[in-house]
Protein backbone atom coordinates (compact mmCIF):
# COMPACT_ATOMS: atom_id res chain seq x y z
CA UNK A 1 0.00 0.00 0.00
CA UNK A 2 2.66 2.36 0.86
CA UNK A 3 4.32 1.52 -2.79
CA UNK A 4 1.21 2.70 -4.42
CA UNK A 5 0.80 5.32 -2.43
CA UNK A 6 4.28 6.97 -2.98
CA UNK A 7 4.57 5.64 -6.98
CA UNK A 8 1.35 7.38 -7.58
CA UNK A 9 2.24 10.29 -5.62
CA UNK A 10 5.43 11.20 -7.89
CA UNK A 11 3.03 10.58 -11.25
CA UNK A 12 1.92 13.95 -12.24
CA UNK A 13 5.57 15.34 -11.87
CA UNK A 14 6.66 13.21 -15.29
CA UNK A 15 4.38 14.27 -17.10
CA UNK A 16 3.62 17.56 -19.07
CA UNK A 17 -0.10 17.21 -19.75
CA UNK A 18 -2.56 15.34 -17.20
CA UNK A 19 -3.97 13.63 -20.52
CA UNK A 20 -0.91 11.64 -20.52
CA UNK A 21 -1.21 10.05 -17.37
CA UNK A 22 -3.31 7.41 -18.97
CA UNK A 23 -0.11 6.07 -20.73
CA UNK A 24 2.16 6.59 -18.00
CA UNK A 25 0.30 4.80 -15.69
CA UNK A 26 0.15 1.97 -18.38
CA UNK A 27 3.87 1.77 -18.73
CA UNK A 28 3.66 1.52 -14.70
CA UNK A 29 1.34 -1.27 -14.81
CA UNK A 30 3.44 -3.08 -17.42
CA UNK A 31 6.67 -2.78 -14.95
CA UNK A 32 4.35 -4.19 -12.13
CA UNK A 33 2.64 -6.87 -14.27
CA UNK A 34 5.37 -8.86 -15.75
CA UNK A 35 7.45 -8.89 -12.25
CA UNK A 36 4.26 -10.04 -10.69
CA UNK A 37 4.12 -12.73 -13.16
CA UNK A 38 7.94 -13.84 -13.04
CA UNK A 39 7.81 -13.64 -9.21
CA UNK A 40 4.49 -15.82 -9.06
CA UNK A 41 6.05 -18.46 -11.21
CA UNK A 42 9.81 -18.58 -9.36
CA UNK A 43 7.36 -18.59 -6.09
CA UNK A 44 5.37 -21.47 -6.81
CA UNK A 45 8.51 -23.43 -8.63
CA UNK A 46 10.25 -23.26 -5.38
CA UNK A 47 6.61 -23.78 -3.53
CA UNK A 48 6.58 -27.23 -5.77
CA UNK A 49 10.41 -28.20 -5.11
CA UNK A 50 10.58 -28.07 -1.59
CA UNK A 51 8.41 -29.07 1.72
CA UNK A 52 7.67 -25.46 2.68
CA UNK A 53 4.93 -24.99 5.24
CA UNK A 54 2.52 -22.21 4.57
CA UNK A 55 4.16 -19.76 6.78
CA UNK A 56 7.58 -20.59 5.19
CA UNK A 57 6.53 -19.59 2.00
CA UNK A 58 4.67 -16.62 2.61
CA UNK A 59 8.35 -15.36 4.41
CA UNK A 60 10.39 -16.46 1.43
CA UNK A 61 7.87 -14.67 -0.80
CA UNK A 62 8.39 -11.54 1.30
CA UNK A 63 12.08 -11.32 1.61
CA UNK A 64 12.45 -12.39 -2.19
CA UNK A 65 10.43 -9.58 -3.15
CA UNK A 66 11.79 -7.03 -1.00
CA UNK A 67 15.85 -8.22 -2.35
CA UNK A 68 14.13 -7.97 -5.98
CA UNK A 69 12.50 -4.01 -5.53
CA UNK A 70 14.70 -2.52 -3.10
CA UNK A 71 17.58 -1.74 -5.83
CA UNK A 72 15.13 -0.09 -8.02
CA UNK A 73 13.53 2.11 -5.40
CA UNK A 74 16.73 3.47 -4.28
CA UNK A 75 18.13 4.45 -7.72
CA UNK A 76 14.54 6.20 -9.00
CA UNK A 77 14.06 8.03 -6.24
CA UNK A 78 16.74 10.27 -7.33
CA UNK A 79 14.76 11.48 -10.09
CA UNK A 80 11.88 13.20 -8.20
CA UNK A 81 11.67 16.20 -6.44
CA UNK A 82 11.96 16.65 -2.66
CA UNK A 83 8.07 16.79 -0.93
CA UNK A 84 7.76 18.92 2.16
CA UNK A 85 8.09 17.48 5.76
CA UNK A 86 4.84 16.84 7.76
CA UNK A 87 4.89 18.46 11.39
CA UNK A 88 2.66 16.53 14.25
CA UNK A 89 0.44 18.51 15.65
CA UNK A 90 1.52 19.59 18.71
CA UNK A 91 0.14 18.16 22.06
CA UNK A 92 -0.95 15.17 19.72
CA UNK A 93 -0.09 11.43 19.26
CA UNK A 94 0.98 10.02 16.05
CA UNK A 95 -1.47 7.46 17.06
CA UNK A 96 -4.26 9.73 16.90
CA UNK A 97 -3.18 12.36 14.33
CA UNK A 98 -3.74 9.74 11.33
CA UNK A 99 -7.20 9.79 12.14
CA UNK A 100 -7.56 13.42 12.02
CA UNK A 101 -5.62 13.71 9.17
CA UNK A 102 -7.73 11.68 7.14
CA UNK A 103 -10.96 13.07 8.69
CA UNK A 104 -9.79 16.66 7.88
CA UNK A 105 -8.63 15.21 4.06
CA UNK A 106 -11.77 13.62 2.83
CA UNK A 107 -13.45 16.71 4.34
CA UNK A 108 -11.28 19.12 2.08
CA UNK A 109 -12.11 16.61 -0.99
CA UNK A 110 -15.55 16.28 -0.38
CA UNK A 111 -16.43 19.95 -0.01
CA UNK A 112 -13.95 21.57 -2.93
CA UNK A 113 -13.75 18.48 -5.13
CA UNK A 114 -17.21 16.53 -4.66
CA UNK A 115 -16.34 14.72 -7.55
CA UNK A 116 -13.29 13.42 -6.63
CA UNK A 117 -15.07 12.56 -3.33
CA UNK A 118 -17.89 10.80 -5.58
CA UNK A 119 -15.20 8.82 -7.14
CA UNK A 120 -13.17 7.51 -4.12
CA UNK A 121 -17.05 6.00 -2.99
CA UNK A 122 -17.26 4.52 -6.32
CA UNK A 123 -13.84 3.18 -6.39
CA UNK A 124 -14.36 1.98 -3.17
CA UNK A 125 -16.87 -0.87 -4.29
CA UNK A 126 -15.58 -1.83 -7.03
CA UNK A 127 -12.04 -2.11 -5.89
CA UNK A 128 -12.96 -4.13 -3.00
CA UNK A 129 -14.59 -6.55 -6.04
CA UNK A 130 -11.79 -6.77 -8.29
CA UNK A 131 -9.63 -7.93 -5.35
CA UNK A 132 -12.18 -10.14 -4.00
CA UNK A 133 -12.80 -11.85 -7.03
CA UNK A 134 -9.45 -13.04 -7.83
CA UNK A 135 -9.35 -14.73 -4.25
CA UNK A 136 -12.83 -16.49 -4.05
CA UNK A 137 -12.18 -17.44 -7.43
CA UNK A 138 -9.68 -20.40 -6.07
CA UNK A 139 -12.27 -21.21 -4.00
CA UNK A 140 -15.00 -21.41 -6.47
CA UNK A 141 -12.46 -23.97 -8.90
CA UNK A 142 -11.72 -25.95 -5.76
CA UNK A 143 -15.24 -26.69 -4.61
CA UNK A 144 -17.32 -25.76 -7.57
CA UNK A 145 -15.48 -27.17 -10.52
CA UNK A 146 -13.32 -29.65 -8.11
CA UNK A 147 -10.18 -28.45 -10.07
CA UNK A 148 -7.06 -29.77 -7.70
CA UNK A 149 -4.19 -27.24 -8.76
CA UNK A 150 -6.41 -23.31 -9.38
CA UNK A 151 -2.67 -21.78 -9.21
CA UNK A 152 -2.86 -22.06 -13.52
CA UNK A 153 -5.82 -20.39 -13.54
CA UNK A 154 -4.43 -17.31 -11.54
CA UNK A 155 -1.21 -17.42 -13.64
CA UNK A 156 -3.60 -17.55 -16.60
CA UNK A 157 -4.87 -14.26 -15.56
CA UNK A 158 -1.87 -12.74 -15.07
CA UNK A 159 -0.72 -13.21 -18.19
CA UNK A 160 -3.58 -11.73 -19.95
CA UNK A 161 -2.95 -8.82 -17.80
CA UNK A 162 0.00 -8.10 -19.98
CA UNK A 163 -2.05 -6.86 -23.45
CA UNK A 164 -4.71 -5.39 -21.34
CA UNK A 165 -1.77 -2.99 -19.59
CA UNK A 166 -0.67 -2.67 -22.96
CA UNK A 167 -3.95 -1.73 -24.89
CA UNK A 168 -4.99 0.58 -21.99
CA UNK A 169 -3.63 4.40 -23.58
CA UNK A 170 -5.02 3.02 -27.25
CA UNK A 171 -7.95 1.65 -25.16
CA UNK A 172 -9.04 4.75 -23.57
CA UNK A 173 -8.12 7.16 -26.82
CA UNK A 174 -10.84 4.73 -28.55
CA UNK A 175 -13.18 5.22 -26.35
CA UNK A 176 -13.15 8.67 -26.10
CA UNK A 177 -12.03 9.43 -22.46
CA UNK A 178 -11.16 7.87 -19.24
CA UNK A 179 -15.04 7.93 -17.36
CA UNK A 180 -15.94 5.81 -21.02
CA UNK A 181 -13.30 3.41 -20.43
CA UNK A 182 -13.81 2.46 -17.18
CA UNK A 183 -16.86 2.15 -17.11
CA UNK A 184 -16.81 -0.30 -20.49
CA UNK A 185 -14.04 -2.12 -18.32
CA UNK A 186 -16.50 -2.44 -15.09
CA UNK A 187 -19.00 -3.64 -17.53
CA UNK A 188 -16.80 -6.68 -18.55
CA UNK A 189 -15.80 -7.00 -15.02
CA UNK A 190 -19.25 -7.82 -13.67
CA UNK A 191 -20.55 -9.72 -16.68
CA UNK A 192 -17.80 -12.17 -16.61
CA UNK A 193 -18.53 -12.98 -12.53
CA UNK A 194 -22.17 -13.56 -14.16
CA UNK A 195 -20.92 -15.73 -16.91
CA UNK A 196 -18.75 -18.11 -14.35
CA UNK A 197 -21.62 -18.64 -12.10
CA UNK A 198 -24.09 -19.23 -14.86
CA UNK A 199 -22.10 -21.12 -17.01
CA UNK A 200 -19.45 -22.67 -15.67
CA UNK A 201 -20.70 -24.32 -12.70
CA UNK A 202 -19.51 -27.89 -13.47
CA UNK A 203 -16.41 -29.69 -13.70
CA UNK A 204 -16.78 -30.97 -17.57
CA UNK A 205 -17.23 -26.97 -18.18
CA UNK A 206 -13.87 -26.47 -17.01
CA UNK A 207 -12.48 -25.54 -20.41
CA UNK A 208 -14.15 -22.45 -20.20
CA UNK A 209 -12.23 -21.24 -17.80
CA UNK A 210 -9.97 -20.31 -20.82
CA UNK A 211 -12.34 -17.56 -21.83
CA UNK A 212 -13.00 -16.97 -17.83
CA UNK A 213 -9.40 -16.18 -17.23
CA UNK A 214 -8.84 -14.31 -20.11
CA UNK A 215 -11.73 -11.75 -19.48
CA UNK A 216 -10.89 -11.01 -15.62
CA UNK A 217 -6.93 -10.57 -17.42
CA UNK A 218 -7.58 -8.16 -19.30
CA UNK A 219 -10.42 -6.01 -17.11
CA UNK A 220 -8.09 -6.49 -13.96
CA UNK A 221 -4.86 -5.46 -16.22
CA UNK A 222 -6.72 -2.52 -17.26
CA UNK A 223 -9.18 -1.21 -14.52
CA UNK A 224 -5.82 -0.04 -11.72
CA UNK A 225 -4.47 2.22 -14.73
CA UNK A 226 -7.52 3.15 -15.90
CA UNK A 227 -9.39 4.49 -12.38
CA UNK A 228 -5.31 6.10 -10.77
CA UNK A 229 -5.35 8.07 -14.21
CA UNK A 230 -9.13 9.42 -13.42
CA UNK A 231 -8.25 9.90 -9.73
CA UNK A 232 -5.55 11.82 -10.72
CA UNK A 233 -7.12 13.90 -13.13
CA UNK A 234 -10.08 15.53 -10.53
CA UNK A 235 -7.65 15.61 -7.50
CA UNK A 236 -5.92 19.17 -6.55
CA UNK A 237 -2.14 19.24 -7.27
CA UNK A 238 0.98 19.82 -4.71
CA UNK A 239 -1.14 17.68 -2.48
CA UNK A 240 -0.36 14.27 -4.52
CA UNK A 241 0.84 12.45 -1.21
CA UNK A 242 -1.99 13.75 0.80
CA UNK A 243 -4.56 12.93 -1.71
CA UNK A 244 -3.01 9.52 -2.31
CA UNK A 245 -3.02 8.23 1.00
CA UNK A 246 -6.93 9.30 0.84
CA UNK A 247 -6.63 6.39 -2.40
CA UNK A 248 -5.69 3.92 -0.93
CA UNK A 249 -7.87 4.17 2.48
CA UNK A 250 -10.72 3.73 -0.12
CA UNK A 251 -9.33 1.12 -2.02
CA UNK A 252 -8.82 -1.05 1.39
CA UNK A 253 -12.06 0.25 3.46
CA UNK A 254 -14.69 -2.27 1.73
CA UNK A 255 -12.27 -4.83 1.20
CA UNK A 256 -13.28 -7.23 3.40
CA UNK A 257 -17.35 -7.01 2.94
CA UNK A 258 -17.58 -9.10 -0.55
CA UNK A 259 -15.64 -12.14 1.30
CA UNK A 260 -18.28 -11.42 3.86
CA UNK A 261 -21.29 -11.66 2.13
CA UNK A 262 -19.85 -14.63 -0.22
CA UNK A 263 -19.07 -16.48 3.31
CA UNK A 264 -22.97 -15.46 4.67
CA UNK A 265 -24.70 -16.06 1.12
CA UNK A 266 -22.82 -19.79 1.43
CA UNK A 267 -23.84 -20.75 4.57
CA UNK A 268 -27.69 -19.20 3.97
CA UNK A 269 -27.70 -20.65 0.03
CA UNK A 270 -25.59 -23.69 0.73
CA UNK A 271 -24.39 -23.51 -2.65
CA UNK A 272 -20.97 -21.36 -3.23
CA UNK A 273 -22.16 -20.72 -6.96
CA UNK A 274 -24.87 -18.44 -6.13
CA UNK A 275 -22.85 -17.10 -3.32
CA UNK A 276 -20.17 -16.06 -5.85
CA UNK A 277 -22.62 -14.75 -8.19
CA UNK A 278 -23.85 -11.94 -5.48
CA UNK A 279 -20.37 -10.59 -6.20
CA UNK A 280 -20.96 -9.06 -9.37
CA UNK A 281 -23.32 -6.31 -7.29
CA UNK A 282 -19.93 -4.72 -6.20
CA UNK A 283 -18.71 -4.25 -9.83
CA UNK A 284 -22.60 -2.84 -11.15
CA UNK A 285 -22.41 -0.29 -7.77
CA UNK A 286 -19.30 0.82 -8.83
CA UNK A 287 -20.23 1.76 -12.43
CA UNK A 288 -23.79 3.21 -11.22
CA UNK A 289 -21.72 5.57 -8.77
CA UNK A 290 -18.87 5.91 -11.65
CA UNK A 291 -21.32 7.08 -14.00
CA UNK A 292 -22.78 9.85 -11.76
CA UNK A 293 -19.42 11.33 -11.46
CA UNK A 294 -18.52 14.44 -13.52
CA UNK A 295 -15.78 13.83 -14.90
CA UNK A 296 -15.08 17.33 -17.00
CA UNK A 297 -16.33 19.21 -13.85
CA UNK A 298 -13.81 17.83 -11.89
CA UNK A 299 -11.43 18.67 -14.06
CA UNK A 300 -12.11 21.96 -13.65
CA UNK A 301 -12.29 22.28 -9.89
CA UNK A 302 -8.58 20.34 -10.16
CA UNK A 303 -7.33 22.87 -12.83
CA UNK A 304 -7.50 25.62 -10.53
CA UNK A 305 -3.96 24.30 -8.44
CA UNK A 306 -2.54 23.37 -11.90
CA UNK A 307 -0.09 26.11 -10.99
CA UNK A 308 1.44 24.05 -7.75
CA UNK A 309 2.63 20.80 -9.60
CA UNK A 310 5.75 19.82 -9.09
CA UNK A 311 7.75 19.20 -12.23
CA UNK A 312 10.54 16.81 -12.77
CA UNK A 313 13.72 17.89 -13.54
CA UNK A 314 13.60 15.24 -16.21
CA UNK A 315 10.96 17.01 -18.35
CA UNK A 316 12.69 20.85 -17.71
CA UNK A 317 15.29 22.30 -19.32
CA UNK A 318 17.75 23.40 -16.72
CA UNK A 319 16.82 27.04 -17.22
CA UNK A 320 13.44 26.27 -16.81
CA UNK A 321 14.62 24.31 -13.55
CA UNK A 322 16.38 26.83 -12.03
CA UNK A 323 13.28 29.13 -12.66
CA UNK A 324 10.72 26.65 -11.51
CA UNK A 325 12.38 25.82 -8.20
CA UNK A 326 9.12 25.93 -5.69
CA UNK A 327 10.09 26.12 -1.93
CA UNK A 328 9.78 23.50 0.61
CA UNK A 329 7.59 25.22 3.61
CA UNK A 330 7.28 23.49 7.07
CA UNK A 331 3.62 21.61 6.63
CA UNK A 332 1.66 21.40 9.57
CA UNK A 333 -0.96 18.74 9.91
CA UNK A 334 -4.71 19.92 10.57
CA UNK A 335 -6.19 19.62 13.07
CA UNK A 336 -9.95 21.04 13.10
CA UNK A 337 -12.06 20.88 9.93
Same mark, same amino acid.
Given at each position: ?101 ? &? #? ?9 ? %? *??? +?? =???? @? ?101 ? &? #? ?9 ? %? *??? +?? =???? @? ?87
Amino acid at each position: MINIMTVNSYSTEIVEKLDDLAFLQSAGRLWETIPMLFYLIGVTVVALRTNMTVLEKSSFAQISATIITLPFILSLSKLFGTRPALHNIEGKSYLSVGFIQV &R #STFHKIRTKHP %E *AAK +FL =IAMA @FFESATVSIVQLSITYLKSQLKIQDPNKFIVFCVVMMLPAVVATPRFVKKCGGTKKALQIILILLFSTTIFLTLFVHKPEHSAMLVLVGGLFGLGIGSIQSIQ &R #SFYLCVVPSGN %E *AEM +FG =IYVL @FTQILGFLPNLIFSVCNELLGSIRFATLVLFLFHFVGFVLVSRVDYEKGRREASASDHLRIKSTRILSPADSEKKVIPIPKIQLEETL
